[in-house]
């Protein structure tokens, strides 16, 4: 049984903040904005899951990720899907995921080339407590005004197709390739086991699990790490303290304690409840 809290990266963003969320230093007014909080392990690339959290004040760029076999052809460990639990979000807060209608590959990168795309994907509102699990060659884009825990496959490899007339890099050959332009389609929600946990997700990459506070033990099978996020609360894990706005790493049996109101996402690999 191991509980390790895991270390954070900042990562800094043109369409980041310097007023960040709960549990977050804010960075000096004078220094570039924070988009993105990261928790790694020692040897960061090893994981197959990655948990970050975002802070966006402005659009992020149209994008796509490739599936675990054209990231392999690429040269990478696997693909991307990756979720999002929105923490907070202003009234007029949205993510684009999916095309509003089927697009043929040709066409996505027509409206790629002329902009058009950014009025052909579903820009859904979004609130507090939304939930998104967005498989690899869903088009996407997360909008502006949202704080949010992404729980993703753990690769850095990200196909810019559209930027509203930025002059960052594209990437349209490998992200018309990767993609899969049609409307979204939410997968079916887990079914409820009888235990005292929400299942938000039950692969096919990765499982999450919510829960409150309370006295519980998990056992996860040799071989498997889980990632352990408090949304809220604080509480002891295996004699580690944890807090909101960290994050551990769990292997073997674990006995968690969480104080009364606690919120805590738990996330493993596979597509099979433990």
Known sequence: ???????????????????????????????????????????????????????????????VHPDDAAARAAGYPRGKDEAWLILAAEPTSTIAIGTLAPMTKDELRAASLDGSIEHKLDWKPVKAGDFYYSPA????????????????????????LYDYGSDRELHLDAGVAASDPKPFVPLPTPAPDGRDHIVLAEGPKFVIERFAGGARDITLPD????????????????????????????????????????????????????
Request: proline share 7%; net charge negative.
């Open 1 to 63: 049984m191991t509980a390790t809290l895991l270390a954070t990266k900042r990562v800094e963003k043109p369409w980041g903040r310097h007023d960040l969320w709960p549990g977050f230093p804010d960075p000096a007014a004078d220094t570039p904005p924070i988009g993105e909080v990261w928790f790694q392990t020692p040897h960061a690339g090893e994981p197959e899951l990655l948990i970050k959290y975002l802070f966006t004040s402005d659009r992020l760029s149209v994008q």
């Open 223 to 274: 071989g498997v790490t889980g990632w352990f996020v408090p949304v809220t609360g604080a509480g002891v894990v295996d004699g580690v303290a944890w807090k909101a706005g960290e994050c551990l790493t769990l292997t073997g049996t674990c006995h968690i304690d969480a104080a009364a109101g606690s919120d805590v996402l738990f996330a493993y690999p596979g597509d099979t409840r433990i």
């Open 137 to 160: 060659g869903t088009v996407h884009a997360i909008g502006a005004g949202l704080t949010v825990i992404e729980i993703q496959q753990n690769v850095d490899l990200t196909y810019r």
